[in-house]
């Protein structure tokens, strides 16, 4: 049981937080669901963001480069990229945006953006992560010395 001294506090706490204690006992819902959904359709509206494929055709766009260009640098196949053109919701692997990432030879921010995007980022917890960010931080842009720094420390290659 907590003590009366914490207890007051945690009143107070609430009091502040909520402006009136009395919303935690109310029956009465706080929204009426019409209200929450309009609330919810302007919230995702107001922070919804680019999709992965808006941002990256942003940055071909920006470079002035052709599709061909960015997916052979990339390393990939004009199948794959075609699905990524096509469908604007794709979802791209990691390895793959990050792959697109290196051949616009994006910055670490544009990077962390466009890899947000696909519903991914990188981690400083991971060691094929740290290497990608290393490479970044010193612009080795090259899909082959990345995949050799990956490889040397015994993580997965790009492709």
Known sequence: MLDPKTLLELQLYID???QTSSLLC???PLYSLELMELDLESFVKTRRKPTFAQLLFAHIDKREL???QVYKKAGLDR???SKIRSNPNYRPRKHTAIA???ALELNRNEVNTLLEAAGHALSKSET???ILLFCLERGIYSIDDVNAALHRFGCKTLN
Do not use: I
């Open 16 to 18: 502040l937080h909520l």
């Open 26 to 28: 109310s029956t009465e």
């Open 66 to 68: 052709r599709d061909a």
């Open 79 to 81: 199948k794959l990229f």
């Open 100 to 102: 697109l990432a290196l």
């Open 128 to 130: 094929a992560d740290l």
